[in-house]
């Protein structure tokens, strides 16, 4: 019998296509606060470190809709992904979730207390929350890409000193500089006076981070996962995809020399998003690797929900959608422009 499809794909296909799309959103928009936040601690002085929370302070619950949502549609969609990822990974996802609840705290608390060490203390925690959450995301990445040892039953649970192993320590550092880059852009584009100049020469220094983690990544794919790169190796028109998003990264110095941050602000979002898309074809057909054997590997269509279920949800897709991208533009249209303080701000 043929299979469902839509637009030409078949449904679990096309389900992995609408939570990878839902998850780059989120690297985009949470990148961004959490690279804001990881600079916090370079901010010396008082009314910087309050304009530069106050830069992230209207978008920042917004951006972790995104989550939720990509959270949800995983569970959703592919519930034996779900379940074996978080039970193979079960301590990073747990010291994420700690970390964005102490995060939250942390920018609701400062502001609540005038005593010095009350709004240090919170700077600390908001800081360092954001380069774990950015850290953590990467070192998950790390994992997914490189596989993780299941098994025939798919039960597992991997060891805080497995998770951390040197290929995913080396993508979560990548991952902190790309947030930090993307980061600086926002922050740059908020910002004016000594504040502005400040982050304009941090920003130069992030990038070149960036470009320099980027390429030692990249190295060690080749070196020691060579099997990563199989799919572009068998249609080399797919290396046009991470091609231009290094073309949209080296395009960045330009038009900060510019001082079009703006610009470069959308490439380094275009770049996160066609990185996220080689990240899918490196997986697809497969949605989790195994280290131990590729029989066992989990792909889309043995994990999806059946193909009744997907066709609904895609409707709740077709509805939700349009409605969660309007609520972000209508955010970002309202506060945009520099960040002026006044008594509400944080």
């Given at each position: 019998m043929e299979a469902d499809t839509l637009l030409g794909l078949d449904y679990p296909t096309l389900w992995f296509i609408v939570v990878g799309g839902l998850f780059s959103g989120y690297a985009v928009l949470d990148g961004f606060d959490f690279g804001a936040g990881a600079w916090h601690l370079f901010f010396k002085k008082e009314k910087s470190r309050r304009i530069?929370?106050?830069?992230?302070?209207?978008?920042?619950?917004?951006?972790?809709?995104?989550?939720?949502?990509?959270?949800?549609?995983?569970?959703?969609g592919f519930p034996l992904v779900y379940a074996t990822l978080l039970s193979a990974l079960y301590i990073p996802f747990m010291l994420f979730l700690f970390f964005i609840i102490l995060?939250?705290?942390?920018?609701?608390?400062?502001?609540?207390?005038?005593?010095k060490w009350w709004k240090k203390t919170w700077d600390i925690t908001y800081s360092v929350s954001s380069i774990m959450l950015?850290?953590?995301?990467?070192?998950?990445?790390?994992?997914v890409l490189q596989g993780i040892p299941l098994e025939e039953n798919h039960?597992?649970?991997?060891?805080?000193?497995?998770?951390?192993?040197?290929?995913?320590?080396?993508?979560?550092?990548?991952?902190?500089?790309?947030?930090?880059?993307?980061?600086?852009?926002?922050?740059?584009?908020?910002?004016?006076?000594?504040?502005?100049?400040?982050?304009?020469r941090l920003l130069k220094q992030a990038i070149i981070g960036f470009v320099v983690l980027f390429s030692i990544s990249t190295v060690?794919?080749?070196?020691?996962?060579?099997?990563?790169?199989?799919?572009?190796?068998?249609?080399p028109a797919l290396f046009l995809i991470p091609l231009l998003g290094i073309l949209g990264i080296a395009n960045i110095p330009r038009l900060v020399s510019m001082q079009k941050f703006?610009?470069?602000?959308?490439?380094?979002?275009?770049?996160?998003?066609?990185?996220?898309?080689?990240?899918?074809?490196?997986?697809?057909?497969?949605?989790l690797i195994s280290s131990i054997?590729?029989?066992y590997d989990i792909t889309v269509y043995e994990a999806a929900s059946?193909?009744?279920?997907?066709?609904?949800?895609?409707?709740?897709?077709?509805?939700?959608?349009?409605?969660?991208?309007?609520?972000?533009?209508?955010?970002?249209r309202t506060f945009k422009g520099k960040v002026e303080l006044d008594e509400m701000s944080y």
């Open positions: 530069a929370l106050n830069a992230v302070g209207p978008v920042w619950d917004g951006n972790e809709v995104w989550l939720v949502i990509g959270g949800g549609a995983l569970f959703a995060r939250a705290i942390s920018i609701e608390f400062r502001g609540k207390e005038e005593m950015a850290l953590l995301l990467g070192i998950l990445m790390g994992n039960d597992l649970s991997v060891p805080l000193i497995s998770v951390l192993n040197p290929f995913s320590i080396l993508i979560g550092i990548t991952t902190l500089a790309l947030f930090m880059m993307h980061g600086g852009l926002y922050l740059v584009m908020k910002t004016e006076g000594k504040l502005y100049d400040k982050i304009h060690y794919v080749l070196i020691y996962l060579p099997h990563l790169s199989d799919k572009f190796q068998e249609s703006f610009r470069a602000f959308l490439f380094s979002g275009l770049s996160i998003c066609l990185f996220m898309i080689v990240i899918a074809i490196e997986l697809y057909p497969s949605i054997d590729a029989a059946s193909t009744k279920t997907l066709k609904t949800m895609m409707g709740f897709v077709a509805i939700g959608g349009p409605l969660v991208l309007a609520y972000t533009v209508f955010v970002y």
